[in-house]
């Protein structure tokens, strides 16, 4: 068996994403903020913020060429940031409900969500 790695975020987690090159894994925190952590030493790197995830799970992601974050609001609206600096780069409303469910294609720039309102959507 490997090694394990513990990294105490003091947030519940819902959700989980690793960068293209594993260097660093994205979480989506409770507490309305997404968090980049170094997978080596666990350091925070940056905090995404300017959505609302605070009582259900909701995904994240990273576009394919992990220049931009992508994380879900309880309003319905879809939160691009870039990675680097952390500014909210983007926003818009995709569902009428929670979303509950991101997924980045690993090598095209395609999003696709799904809502507790019955909907998937793909975004190209």
Known sequence: ???????ELHHPVSALAITQDNLCVLAAC?????RLL???AGELLASY???????????????????HVVGCS???TVCYWDLVD??????FQAHQGVICGVA??????CLLTCSVDGTIKVWR
């Open 86 to 91: 952390a500014n909210l780069v983007s926003s």
């Open 1 to 7: 068996m490997g090694r394990i790695y513990t990294d």
């Open 104 to 109: 980045t294609h690993p090598t095209e720039p």
């Open 49 to 67: 913020k300017g959505h609302k995830h605070e009582s259900v799970r909701m995904g994240c992601g990273l576009l394919a060429d992990d220049q």
């Open 74 to 76: 309880e309003d319905g």
């Open 30 to 34: 409770l507490d309305s903020c997404l």
């Open 38 to 40: 170094d997978t080596q």
